[in-house]
């Protein structure tokens, strides 16, 4: 075991110096800084180490610090050959101060609008990347070879199918909770038979796209964020680039096209579980038979709601795509950063697909759809 | 040698499969001495020294720090020995969402009772001793060169005083003279500091440089360990094409130089 850092005031034959021993190390943590409080303070001009049993740069640092900020001619005698080296190594100079930004009330107005032009931004930058996607799409569609069929496929699977057991379920689930609660609440009007009305109308208009594309955005979209994020930090993107690569075309053009295949069928999936579901409640909960919650939904307009769904789907699935990838190009080299923007994506995604679905429904109106 | 090193590697085994990396090597690493490690790619340096840290699961074998079994260690005593330890990975493994200073104080701020003023002065000296420039401190790891990298990877492994260093190639990817520099450094501060350094490395200045002894790997066993004039007499015919090879050989003068 290694003594505690001491420093001790020695007066021996009309000398007066200041005798360093025990262990001068990072070991001794708050028992060297005590010590180097105790350094100082001291009034002695010489410092004598040659008692010390064990220096490191910390030590060394702490004496050095001590000779320079006596404002007096400090003298280090007997210290061992290594020791000195040390000192010489370690020797001290002021280390500037870190400013830390002011923060103060006129500092957070100026975040507040920091990030509403920024939100602007991203905006018009997303506008372009679509544009962007929409040029290389074109370009390849004119060469049918380089339209990259297994990468589209791969990602069909890993989109599509991979994630229909999660989005049957939810939307399952949904479908149920609507249908016992149509049950519930429509009773108090004796309108209990306007459930599957209920159930199909806000299902297949809304909930089914809406509950899939939030499920698909926060499943693959955070994918491609982090796929496209880890690429770029690791220069990947830039590999590609140096062989006259697009990355747009190679990497991003497959992602979106299995995306707009992808989440119309997860969402006519979804909707029959959430139709399967609402059967179900009714049928058990309700007391309306499978055969007379079928015939109901033969109401002639359903296909008409059945397709008005569908038809948002695509755009979501663009919206998705163009949004994650953007964010993915944006990664920086830290983990932080990529962690930030596979946020950013998902939030963002989610944001504008509830949005589109608000402009699709005055869109829908306006054409009495 | 009756003295107890400081790492010793008895009878390691490491497969990945079927493939047998590592196949019964032996080691010793003295304390206060500088080994160099020398192998051909993929011939399990980093699986050695990753056996070694404990990142790399082993199918026999036994590893002693100081002449004990690490495995048979209580966790917190195998945690005092592992802060004796610094690393170097050979791509830096900088914390990326940490500033260079961060990263040099995160072991500090870890395993220290000090003040933070403290710790920020240490490590703007550990910054100052590897040769990185004081405006480096405030930069994240993406936006230094290669050779900054490596410097601060070393203010960081060097954070806590380690009595034993791991060096994986840290001179790969250095301009000669930087390299230069960082040999002079990790001898200025075994010097100093009385470090045991454990350095994989391909570059043959540096073996001349500050290596005490040199170990070979080969068929996953050390085929060979000793100074450098014991190695150039070595008949292995790896051994020989390394250091007689043409960039080996142009070593020999500047060597008998330095002896001078």
């Known amino acids: ?369 | 040698m009756s003295e107890v090193p400081a790492i010793r590697v008895r009878g390691l085994e490491v497969a990945f499969g079927s493939r047998k990396v590592m196949a019964g090597l032996d080691l010793d690493l003295y304390r206060g001495e500088v080994l160099g490690f020398v192998g051909a790619s993929g011939a399990g340096k980093s699986v050695l020294t990753r056996s070694i840290l404990g990142l790399q699961p082993r199918q026999a074998g036994v590893i002693e720090a100081d002449g004990r079994d690490i495995d048979s260690l209580a966790p917190s005593e195998r945690r005092r020995v592992e802060r004796g330890w610094g690393v170097l990975f050979q791509q830096g493994a900088l914390f990326s969402s940490l500033t260079v200073r961060q990263n040099v104080e995160a072991p500090m701020r870890e395993h220290l009772d000090i003040s933070p003023a403290l710790r920020t002065e240490l490590a703007m000296l550990k910054l100052r001793l590897v040769g990185l420039p004081a405006d480096a401190a405030g930069k994240l790891p993406s936006e230094l060169s290669g050779g900054m990298i490596k410097r601060a990877a070393l203010a960081r492994a060097l954070a806590l005083d380690p009595g034993v260093v791991f060096l994986d190639e840290p001179t790969s990817g250095l301009d000669p003279i930087s390299a230069g520099g960082f040999d002079e450094l990790i001898a200025t501060l075994q010097a100093t500091l009385g470090l045991t350094v454990f350095m994989v490395t391909h570059d043959l200045d540096s073996l001349y440089a500050i290596c005490d002894r040199v170990a070979v790997l080969g068929q996953g066993k050390v085929i060979a360990i000793g100074t450098i004039p014991e190695l150039l007499k070595s008949e292995e015919p790896w051994i020989r094409e390394y250091f007689h090879g043409p960039r080996g050989e142009g070593r020999k003068a500047p060597a008998a130089r330095r002896a001078v």
């Open chain 1, 1 to 369: 075991m290694s003594r505690a850092p001491t420093a001790a005031r020695v007066v021996e034959a009309g000398a007066i110096r200041l005798a360093f021993a025990g262990a001068w190390t990072l070991e001794a943590g708050a028992g060297l800084e005590a010590a180097a409080r105790g350094v100082e303070a001291a009034q002695e001009d010489v410092f004598d180490l040659s008692a010390l049993d064990a220096l490191d740069t910390a030590g060394a640092w702490i004496i050095s610090r001590a000779q320079a900020r006596a404002g007096r001619a400090v003298s280090v005698v007997g210290a061992r050959p290594e020791h000195a080296t040390l000192l010489r190594e370690a020797v001290y100079s002021a280390t500037p101060a870190a400013a830390a930004p002011p923060r103060n009330a006129v500092s957070l107005l100026a975040d507040m609008g920091e990030s509403v032009y920024s939100a602007g931004l991203d905006a018009l930058g997303g506008l372009d990347f679509l544009g962007r996607v929409v040029a290389v799409g074109l370009q390849a569609a004119r060469r049918p070879r380089r339209w990259r069929l297994i990468s589209t496929a791969f990602h069909l699977e890993s989109m599509g199918l991979r994630g229909a057991p999660l989005i049957l379920m939810i939307n399952f689930f949904v479908g149920a909770i609507v249908a016992q609660q149509g049950i519930v609440q429509l009773a108090r009007f004796g309108a209990s038979s306007l459930t599957v009305d209920l159930v199909a109308i806000l299902t297949l208009r809304e909930l089914g796209v809406m509950l899939t594309s939030i499920m698909v955005a926060g499943r693959s979209g955070s994918a491609i964020t982090a796929e496209l994020g880890a690429m770029n930090m690791r220069e990947e993107l830039d590999a590609l680039r140096v062989m006259a690569l697009d990355p747009m075309e190679a990497l991003v053009l497959p992602r979106l096209t299995a995306l707009v295949i992808a989440l119309p069928l997860l969402t006519f999936l979804g909707d029959l579980a959430a139709l399967t579901g609402g059967m179900l409640v009714a049928w058990g909960w309700g007391g309306v038979s499978p055969h007379a919650f079928w015939a109901e939904l033969q109401y002639p307009i359903a296909a008409q709601r059945f397709i008005s769904g569908l038809l948002k789907a695509p755009f979501m699935a663009l919206a998705i795509g163009v949004i994650s990838s953007m964010e993915g190009f944006a990664v920086q080299g830290s983990a932080e950063s990529l962690g930030r923007r596979v946020t950013a994506a998902v939030v963002k995604s989610i944001f504008t697909v509830i949005l589109l679905d608000g402009v699709f429904a005055m869109f829908y109106a306006a054409v009495r759809f």
